[in-house]
């Protein structure tokens, strides 16, 4: 046992001094133990407490102040054991209790903090002006619960501040001194292991119970007493089968009922007009007049013999350590929370229709709960959101550090065979997994979807919130703006490129000493590099801070990065498809002094700040990954990067926000991430590594993620194994890999499919063998998961003109092929409950230990990488480089950046280079025509044959059908 709890009993029997002024602390403050003892003796002297001659005179039968001493010290000593406990398990944890004062009193402040460190809890201490309003008090409580570090909040206010506003401000979980109505309730209503139950009160009946009064069938008078603590008293007397009356002092029948009753409890100061008198001898008098929470003492005990006196400074203690023991248990339930839990989540139910009404019409014809309801269900707290709107939100990084020891639930990768160019729904597989799994069969499970791109949403493509009844809602905000991430980049990208080819304009015009000067200007008569200045000298060799130092080969050093023009990757980008911006001349103003090249705009999404989007895991990874960036060469051959240009704070600031996963919720009400969407084909295609790490912890150990690759297996699941779980470390449990009837038939050799022309009837009618030829197909993917050692779940999205004996084909030849199980899939039509057989399949594949491994070494040479997955997952017999494809491999490699993973940049339309090629094409030479770099996001990009970074529009683009109407503001024919 340590010193400070003996202290605390020794100075609370201490004699009191003589009266002095008031202790004033400064106000307001926030003070934390951890410090000495220093002051706490005049601190104590200034209390008027009961000395040992007002003890001396109790009856022998009174208890003596060594048993009230045992009493506290056994309740601080069992209470330091289990936060023990606690803390074996949670090394981290320590409980903080935070407490509110509004006035001078520092007794019991002093007493709380010293049996807080005696346990080994943390202690706050808000002191707040005596003259404090209600709403000031409110705001400093409010703030309070929402702080994520303390598991506990008492008031130490005067009493007429106790108002229902202020106490029922406090969270009921954090309420220690057991004074919210939610707290008072449950112990009314018999649930006293749910609840905080009143310090006070629970000593009260300890003291009477440990002096040795029977309470059964008593006659208890609470004389005094108000508000929560006459509540609590009246109560568990009660429970202990006591007669229980309350009264106030100046009732008129007061004298009657203090003669009938055999123990009284004084609530609060006696008044001198009340004799002594109408307390009969031998009645047990408790007095618990010291005000516990707003630190004012009652008057001393009468020095007359009653039956037995339990003085106030006992009650206060014994609260005291109490409120201690309310405080670890607080803190485990904290803990129990943090733990994997089944959510309590409120599931939307369906109402499905036949036919199907359009994607849109769906959408709103549901009703989405409040964003901020579905955080609380599944786990978030107030401070890790930021609400756009009514039905999505931003999701704080901070909730990956509350919840790093939280373990992780199974990880589901949904992929899919070679699409049509209509797509084969994986997106709507993905909703209806989740679905099924959340709201039919109750397991927590959260779906990580890329944010579509506008530009294929008013071109070919239209919405991709999912569709039918498995889809993502609002499904108008899922697919224009969202919360502004695409903006954000398109905004980042552009500045980057303004900088390169400004820099380059003054570089021209300028000279040496001009340029150095404007680089860094004289400022209030003083020069001074900016941090990332600084970091440009260090990377230069030169270990100087002050500008005046610089010598003039220095100078030049520093201020000239000399970019070769030509050398030039980074391209302007816009969320639109725009094909006469595929090639395009800047520099022609005559500003630009003649200073002119050719460029390109791509799509916002291809824009490798989104890929360091997806596969950043914090802030600070996000502003390394920038920095990185390559975007030229020098004219020496050495990589220009967005740091030598001085822009990636600029960057990391415009990225802020979009850094933060976007939280929605699909039609049935289980949550939904939307986070970040490189294009598949030049980019790894999938969403963002945070979302799937944010949702891994919230669905706990027994829960599922269920995150979607883009494209084909051979692309996006590839790139999502070989690159993203590199950067992440995450291992997935499973695969779901996606096939519909119609690609089968088309890999079978059907006629060309093609957007916004009507299917032939080979699709819309029963053709067996087109389905089993088309099946190679699906095989060859089957076999490309196995290769990272992942179980397949195929699963079959039904379409309404598929026949039953084409469905049992593809099901019987995918698990011929070696999946773990083929389903078919109704959720279109039908929303969750059509995959709950696919989600039991998923839980039983993923029941079984995964044995991934990657396909290559990265250590291996940039060329023998691109032609791993060139042979072992496209089926190639070789490679082909161009001469500028080997250069640039070449560059890279004496640049170091040699050992990164690959990101080809090929057709999903074909397992080979060469869209029209279904099926499974063997024997063919894959052609690299070029090879790219993004440092930042952190791989190496080959271009297989020509393509296209910015989509073009089709001659009748689905913006004709997109309409508002400016009466209701609906949108309408967006899908």
Request: charged share 25%; proline share 5%; net charge neutral.
């Amino acid at each position: 046992m340590g010193t400070r709890l003996p202290l605390v009993l020794l100075q609370l029997r201490r004699p009191p001094h003589p009266p002095g002024p008031p202790l004033r602390l400064r106000v307001p403050c926030r003070a934390s133990s951890g410090g000495g003892s220093g002051g706490r003796e005049d601190l104590l002297g200034q209390r008027r407490l009961l000395d040992g001659q007002a003890r001396s005179s109790r009856s022998p039968g009174g208890r003596t102040p060594a048993a009230r001493d045992s009493i506290v010290r056994e309740v601080i000593q069992n209470s330091k054991e289990v936060l023990s406990l606690l803390q074996e398990k949670n090394p981290a944890f320590k409980p903080v209790l935070a407490i509110i004062q509004a006035g001078d009193d520092n007794l019991m402040q002093e007493i709380n903090q010293n049996l807080a460190e005696e346990t080994g809890l943390n202690i706050t201490h808000i002191c707040l002006p005596p003259d404090s309003s209600e709403a000031e008090i409110i705001d400093e409580i409010l703030k309070i619960n929402e702080d994520t570090r303390v598991h506990g909040l008492a008031l130490q206010i005067s009493e007429n501040l106790f108002s229902n506003k202020i106490l029922n401000a406090l969270k009921p979980e954090k309420d220690v001194d057991g004074v919210t109505d939610i707290n008072l309730g449950k112990l009314v209503r018999g649930d006293a292991h749910e609840c905080f139950v009143s310090p006070v009160a629970k000593a009260v009946i300890e003291l009477l119970e440990k002096s040795g009064v029977n309470l059964d069938g008593k006659k208890i008078l609470v004389v005094g007493a108000h508000g929560s603590l006459e509540a609590a008293l009246q109560c568990l007397f009660q429970r202990k089968g006591s007669m229980t009356m309350s009264s106030q002092w100046k009732t008129p029948q007061l004298q009657r009922k203090l003669h009938e009753a055999d123990i009284v409890v004084l609530g609060s100061r006696k008044p001198e007009e009340i004799p002594l008198t109408w307390i009969q001898p031998g009645t047990t008098v408790l007095n618990c007049s010291h005000d516990f929470l707003s630190g004012k003492v009652g008057c001393g005990s009468p020095r007359i013999h009653f039956g037995g006196l339990i003085e106030e400074d006992d009650v206060s203690l014994l609260a005291a350590a109490l409120r201690i023991q309310n405080m670890v248990s607080s803190g485990r339930r904290w803990l129990r929370e943090q733990q994997h839990r089944r959510w309590r989540l409120h599931c939307l139910k369906l109402q499905p229709l036949s036919p199907v009404p359009s994607d849109i019409e769906i959408s709103r014809g549901q009703t989405p709960k409040a964003v901020d309801v579905l955080a609380k269900e599944i786990g978030l707290l107030a401070d890790e959101i930021e609400i756009y709107g009514k039905s999505k939100a931003k999701v704080r990084l901070s909730v990956l550090e509350r919840l790093k020891n939280q373990a992780d639930g199974k990880y589901v990768l949904v992929a899919g065979i070679t699409p049509t160019p209509l797509g084969e729904g994986k997106s709507t597989v993905t909703i209806g997994l989740v679905q099924a799994l959340t709201a039919h069969l109750n397991v927590n499970s959260f779906a990580c979807l890329r944010q579509p791109s506008q530009g294929p949403t008013f071109g070919v493509k239209g919405g991709a919130a999912g569709g039918g009844y498995a889809q993502v809602i609002p499904m108008e905000e899922f697919n224009l703006h969202l919360t502004g991430d695409i903006h954000a980049i398109t905004a980042a990208n552009n500045l980057l490129a303004a900088a390169i080819d400004t820099r380059i304009l003054h570089e021209n015009t300028q000279t040496d000493k001009a340029l150095y000067n404007r680089l860094v200007p004289l400022v209030n008569g003083v020069r001074e590099f900016s941090e990332i200045q600084l970091a440009r000298l260090k990377k230069l060799g030169i270990n100087k801070t002050d500008p005046s130092t610089l010598k003039e080969e220095e100078v030049s050093k520093f201020a000239r990065l000399d970019i070769n023009p030509s050398t030039i990757t980074w391209q302007r980008v816009l969320d639109t498809n725009d094909r006469f911006l595929r090639k395009i001349t800047i520099g022609q103003g005559n500003t630009e002094k003649g200073y002119s090249r050719q460029a390109q705009f791509d799509i916002a999404v291809a824009s490798e700040i989104m890929a360091v989007l997806a596969l950043t895991d914090s802030l600070a990874d996000m502003k390394a990954r920038l920095g990185r960036m390559v975007v030229a060469s020098d004219k020496s051959g050495q990589p220009v990067t967005a740091d030598d240009l001085g822009v990636t704070g600029a960057l990391t600031v415009l990225m802020k926000d979009a850094i933060k996963p976007n939280l929605m919720q699909t039609l049935e009400g289980t949550p939904v991430f939307v986070h970040a969407g490189p294009f598949a084909n030049i980019a790894h295609g999938n969403s963002s590594v945070l979302a799937d790490k944010i949702a891994l912890k919230l669905v706990g150990e027994e829960g599922f993620v269920v995150t979607e690759a883009g494209f084909g297996a051979d692309i996006g699941m590839e790139k999502f194994f070989n690159i993203k779980c590199r950067a992440s470390g995450l291992v997935p449990n499973v695969v779901v890999l996606v096939a519909t009837v119609r690609a089968l038939k088309m890999h079978g050799g059907g006629p060309s499919v093609t957007a916004g022309v009507p299917l032939k009837k080979e699709y819309t009618e029963e053709n067996i063998q087109l389905v089993a030829d088309g099946c190679c197909n699906l095989q060859k993917q089957i076999q490309i998961a196995q290769l990272f050692g992942v179980p397949v779940v195929v699963a079959l999205n039904v379409f309404k003109t598929d026949t039953r004996a084409e469905i049992d084909l593809v099901c019987e030849l995918a698990k011929r092929a070696g999946a773990f199980d083929a389903v078919p899939c109704y959720h279109w039509s039908v929303g969750g409950k059509g995959s709950v057989d696919l989600a039991r399949a998923v839980r039983e594949a993923a029941s079984k230990r995964s044995r991934f491994q990657f396909l290559y070494d990265v250590q291996l040479p940039v060329v023998d990488k691109i032609r791993t997955i060139a042979q072992a997952v496209y089926g190639a017999k070789d490679i082909e480089l161009s001469p500028e494809a080997q250069t640039k491999i070449d560059r890279y490699t004496k640049q170091g950046f040699g050992n990164l993973p690959i990101c080809m940049a090929k057709t999903h339309l074909s397992l080979s280079h060469e869209p029209d090629k279904k099926g499974v094409p063997r024997d063919f030479i894959l052609p690299i025509s070029d090879v790219r770099a993004s440092i930042g996001a952190g791989f190496i990009y080959p271009l297989v044959g020509t393509m296209s970074t910015m989509p073009g529009l089709p001659t009748r683009p689905c913006f004709y059908d997109i309409d508002l109407d400016t009466e209701t503001e609906q949108v309408k024919g967006l899908f």
